[in-house]
């Protein structure tokens, strides 16, 4: 099974500041990496899907780069409704796991 | 506009048994394959099984394989999940999820997502 550790768990930044978060698999996992952003009491939204696409409808200021076993999520300039939980996943095989998830929070 | 509506979820003792229920809509249900996910409350993601568009193969993560199958009914949209043998540690909020590519098999990252449904396995 493929462990996807996310850091920092929490990152505490303001409106406007770039923020970057790290998704490292214990295996590789070639390009397979997804990311979701999730607010309290909604379902998961996709933002990124192999490594670098970004979703349907996902504003240019999210990016994500990578490959193999290290993986980043950008936020260019942060908007507060981007103040959330930040999930990565993998679907290079069986068992599809996530990692336990970045939050970022107000400073 | 893609729907997804959960069902089915419901407070049920240990080693019981429970049928979820995922009615889609706007989108084409056969070509798209199917997964459920869940989250224990205050935890995070936990992928649970996936089906292909046209029911086979499925795919289960080791903690359900064995007790809970994942189907599907294309004439109704609708896909299910039996759940047999409940532990306390399938308690959860459980959604299914769409995946983002047509006719892949399945390709195992989500675009839509049902808003839930709570399972609650407690004597």
């Known amino acids: 099974e493929v462990v996807l550790t996310q850091s920092p768990a929490t990152l505490s930044l303001s409106p406007g500041e770039r923020a970057t978060l790290s998704c490292r698999a214990s295996?590789?996992?070639?390009?397979?990496l997804a990311w979701y952003q999730q607010k309290p009491g909604q379902a998961p939204r996709l933002l990124i899907y192999?490594?670098?696409n970004r979703a349907t409808g996902i504003p240019a200021r999210f990016s994500g780069t990578g490959s193999g076993t290290d993986f980043t999520l950008t936020i260019s300039s942060l908007e507060p409704e981007d103040f959330a939980v930040y999930f990565c996943?993998?679907?290079?095989?069986?068992?599809?796991?996530f990692g336990g998830g970045t939050k970022v929070e107000i400073k | 506009e893609v729907q997804l509506l959960d069902s089915g979820g419901d407070l049920v003792q240990p080693g019981g048994s429970l049928r979820l229920s995922c009615a889609a809509s706007?989108?084409?249900?056969?070509?798209?394959?199917m997964s459920w996910v869940r989250q224990a409350p205050g935890k995070g993601l936990e992928w649970v099984s996936s089906i292909s568009g046209l029911g086979s193969p499925t795919y289960y993560a080791d903690s359900v394989k064995g007790r809970f199958t994942i189907s599907r009914d294309n004439s109704k949209s609708t896909v299910y999940l039996q759940m047999n043998s409940l532990r306390a540690e399938d308690t959860a909020v459980y959604s299914c999820?769409?995946?983002?590519?047509?006719?892949?098999?399945?390709?195992?990252?989500?675009?839509?997502w049902g808003q839930g449904t709570l399972v609650t396995v407690s004597s």
């Open positions: 999820a769409k995946d983002i590519v047509e006719n892949s098999g399945s390709y195992g990252a989500w675009d839509y």
């Open positions: 996943q993998h679907r290079s095989n069986w068992p599809l796991t």
């Open positions: 706007g989108f084409t249900f056969s070509s798209y394959a």
């Open positions: 295996q590789s996992v070639s390009s397979y």
């Open positions: 192999d490594a670098s």
